[in-house]
């Protein structure tokens, strides 16, 4: 069996390394000059910056886990260190543990109080498909919805729960299945966020190393022959007998058109979408420097959605002494004009951090629809798009088994 992967992010590497540990004959195409896509590593004065993700949730047992022991790549986790959510003008601590949401001023004590029924709650069917917001209505109470969920959500997604389907969140069905979602984390392994060392590009370059990849090819034209394919791209031709499209929905439309229209009308459907980031370096900042960050709760925030400290999670990211922060703009939410440039982004962090000194280097990211959003209606347009593929051709991604690495590790290795 011979397959090409086109894609060579982390959905296409994983992809390409399980079959390949299958016995299958398997290369890659990779249109950038260089493979992992938005899980990269890149340098940055002294330390680093992600491109993508800061780490990624690993629990003992778990496919994470099995996943960087195979591959021989060390890592770290910084521990749980405090988190805060901005809202009503402040930064308030996020309960380390489920329990602490009991006495949390997050929400008012009603809500809080509702939170003690959920392990009684009925477990519903999956369908119809549900909102986010309606899930968590349902299962913790209306005010966990309007109050804990909002800037979680954009925490992750960049856009607001009330727009996304519950299967933008796997693990919260899958929770829900073995009868309630507290009991559920009660139950399982505790994940702990972990970090390879060299940061997370480490992981796409560990997965690079074990597969045939070529860069600067971008698939062009995609055709069927015989019981064969056939791929062109950048003057190169293959025939193969499968073809695995690991790119984003609305590449992987471009090449299903002309064979596969109705998995192409579907894929073009699925929204993304694009965030603006700040990576700043500053003196540091008790207790922040010792803690992960904090979301904004929308639309308090007006399109700044928070901030992360990577010399916390992982102190190589950054000279010794400095603190390290990243900075969310914009996604799915209204935006002030101002918060496209630095200067409007140090005025968001000094309203919730006032202490904060002026940046002695910042550096700014666009990424263009990094971010799945698996708005209502996401289940049928996906079992659209699979179901209208022919033999021999499959899609996967993080729009198709979850946005976070350890979605599309777990996805791929029940795929495989």
């Known amino acids: 069996m011979t397959t090409l992967v086109l894609g060579g992010g982390v959905s296409g590497l994983l992809a390409a390394w399980h079959l390949q540990r299958r016995g299958e004959s398997v290369e890659v195409w990779e249109a950038q000059d260089t493979p992992g896509g938005w ?40 521990g ?49 498909e549900e909102s986010l917001s309606a899930f968590v209505a349902r299962r913790m109470g209306r005010g966990a919805a309007e109050h804990l969920l909002p800037a979680m ?15 933008a969140l796997p693990k919260l069905r899958q929770w829900e299945a073995k ?14 966020l972990r970090i390879p060392k060299g940061g997370m590009g480490a992981l796409t370059k560990a997965l690079a190393s074990k597969v045939q990849v070529r860069c ?34 609305f590449e992987t439309a471009r090449l299903l058109g002309p064979i596969a229209p109705l998995s192409a009308e579907a894929l073009a459907a699925m929204p993304y979408t694009s965030v603006r980031l700040f990576h700043s370096r500053h003196a540091p900042l008790a207790p922040l420097k010792d803690g992960f960050g904090f979301l904004v709760h929308p639309p308090e925030g007006r399109g700044f959605l928070g901030a ?29 004009p101002e918060l496209e440039a630095w200067e409007g982004v140090m005025t968001a962090l000094r309203q919730w951090i006032p202490a904060l000194a002026e940046a002695s280097a910042t550096r700014e990211e666009w990424a263009e629809r990094a971010i799945p959003r698996p708005e209502l209606g996401h289940r049928a347009r996906l079992a659209v798009a699979l179901g209208g593929l022919s033999p021999g051709l499959d899609w996967v991604s993080n729009a198709r088994f979850g946005p976070g690495v350890r979605d599309v590790v777990e996805g791929l290795e029940g795929w495989a």
């Open 39 to 78: 899980v990269q590593t890149l340098p940055w004065e002294g330390g680093y910056v992600e491109r993508g993700p800061q780490g990624v949730l690993v629990a003992p047992g778990s496919a994470t886990e099995r996943l960087f022991r195979e591959l021989g790549l060390d890592t770290r986790s910084p």
């Open 80 to 128: 749980h260190g405090a988190r805060w959510v901005g809202k009503g003008g402040a930064l308030i601590p996020v309960p380390a543990k489920p329990p602490g949401i009991l006495t949390t001023k997050l929400m008012p004590l009603s809500a809080r109080l509702r939170l003690l029924r959920e392990p009684f709650v009925p477990v519903r069917g999956p369908e119809p």
């Open 153 to 167: 959500v954009a925490g992750i997604l960049a856009a607001p729960a009330e727009r996304l389907s519950v299967d």
């Open 179 to 192: 009868g309630s979602i507290f009991k559920a984390l009660k139950s399982e392994p505790r994940s702990e």
């Open 216 to 249: 600067g090819i971008r698939a062009e034209r995609l055709e069927r022959e015989g019981e064969c394919w056939r791929v062109t791209g950048l003057g190169e031709t293959r025939i193969v007998d499968r073809v695995v499209l690991a790119c984003p929905a």
């Open 308 to 336: 992360l400290v990577p010399s916390w999670m992982d102190p190589a990211c950054a000279p010794e002494g400095v603190m390290q922060l990243r900075s969310f703009v914009g996604g799915a939410f209204p935006t002030s």
